[in-house]
């Protein structure tokens, strides 16, 4: 069962940090791209974060890259971002996401991943 569960989503003050945890499935965790996204009021889904769970590849957009961090436990099959310094923008529903197709090369995430899996999402809501 290819389930993907987000948890950590909440409310927190600008400046602060909140981390986002996703528990996946061994199918869809084992040897493929996860990732985060989000999408905001108005606004159309866009990619936070994905990390390749064979070999520990990220990559970042860059409106958090250097705030966010994203990791695996694979003893766990989970996903987590760890976010930092948040602000207004950054408030959202944050979804994971498992994918279908992922290409990495030399530690390069490829444009042509694909993400079929998603969970319901979680809220997550800046303050000032």
């Known amino acids: 069962q290819a389930n993907m569960v987000e948890s950590g989503g909440g409310a927190v003050q600008a400046g602060g940090s909140l981390t986002l945890s996703c528990a996946a499935s061994?199918?869809?965790?084992?040897?493929?791209?996860v990732g985060w996204f989000r999408q905001a009021p108005g606004k159309e889904r866009e990619e936070v974060a994905i990390?390749?769970?064979?070999?520990?590849?990220?990559r970042y957009s860059d409106s958090v890259k250097g705030r966010f961090t994203i990791s695996q436990d694979d003893s766990e099959n989970t996903v987590s971002l760890q976010m930092h310094s948040v602000n207004a923008e950054d408030s959202a529903i944050y979804y994971c996401a498992a994918g279908v197709q992922c290409t990495v090369v030399r530690g390069v995430i490829g444009d042509d991943a694909e993400f079929g899996y998603w969970g319901q999402g979680t809220q997550v809501t800046v303050s000032s």
């Open positions: 990390i390749y769970t064979a070999d520990g590849s990220t």
């Open positions: 061994e199918y869809t965790y084992t040897s493929n791209c």
